[in-house]
């Protein structure tokens, strides 16, 4: 079944020209004009559509688990907040936030041969490093992530931006996968206002897991997990809306602290 479709070709420079305008679609109006996917590999198509008529370069992964089989969306803006000062992110319109841990590639990880499978120890030979980060969420649906998955999966899964923060060691992460109880809470404030307080938590426990189920099932057309990228799995917070607040404070104590300045 081909996924590139004529309706795939005109959602995707619809959703170009949307996130590009910063404007918003609705449901019924793609409806009406027959453009909603009817399947994740139209979605994932009309997705790269998209992602080649914004132009930019594909930074990174957004990787998350749809009934049991793992998806991914294009990071298209990342940013690298290795200073100590907060970081200004220069481009406008997240309306939340979400903080994960991250992956960084060390090397491409191509489709496994035939038979083949990675297994969790395959992928983090893979990796370079580990990190806390922030993912800046956007919609360019009005329904939001309420849309057909299809559809919220070809809107990139709603990701505005990503911003990579400070490097975890190794042994936090086996302390998180292990629900270690005496790990810090994870404190994020707006505005010197606490937004979020709590242990954090991963969907699927191992944020491993997601990348080991989408890079033995790759699905995307844009060349698929690749040195230098980030890839990442899953908030540690749940999504926090974000009501004004500009100056955005994370932090795990003793582990990773991230600050942010966003545009009022």
Not at 43 to 70: D, F, H, L, P
Not at 211 to 217: D, E, F, R
């Amino acid at each position: 079944m081909t996924t590139m479709t004529e309706a795939n070709i005109r959602l995707g420079a619809i959703l170009a020209e949307a996130e590009n305008q910063q404007s918003s679609l609705s449901v019924a109006k793609l409806e009406s004009s027959g453009l909603i996917p009817d399947s994740i590999e139209t979605g994932m198509a009309a997705q790269a559509i998209a992602t080649a008529a914004i132009g930019k370069e594909v930074g990174g992964w957004k990787i998350g688990v749809n009934s049991n089989r793992a998806v991914a969306a294009p990071l298209l803006d990342v940013y690298d907040t290795s200073i100590d000062a907060p970081f200004d992110v220069p481009k406008p319109g997240a309306v939340g936030i979400e903080v994960e841990i991250c992956f960084v590639l060390a090397n491409d990880i191509p489709a496994p041969a035939i038979g083949q499978e990675y297994s969790r120890a395959d992928i983090l030979s893979h990796v370079s490093s580990m990190n806390l980060g922030v993912e800046l969420v956007s919609y360019r649906l009005a329904e939001e992530s309420k849309a057909p998955y299809p559809l919220f999966l070809a809107d990139r899964l709603g990701n505005h931006s990503f911003i990579l923060g400070p490097e975890i060691d190794g042994a936090v992460l086996e302390r998180f996968v292990n629900q270690d109880a005496t790990l810090p809470a994870l404190v994020i404030e707006g505005n010197g206002d606490v937004l979020f307080a709590a242990a954090p938590k991963h969907p699927q426990v191992d944020p491993v897991v997601p990348l080991i189920a989408y890079a033995n099932a790759p699905l995307d057309h844009l060349g698929g997990l690749k040195r230098g990228q980030i890839v990442t799995t899953g908030s540690l917070c749940g999504l926090i809306r974000l009501s004004g607040q500009t100056a955005i404070k994370n932090s795990w104590d003793g582990i990773a602290d991230m600050a942010l300045n966003l545009p009022a």
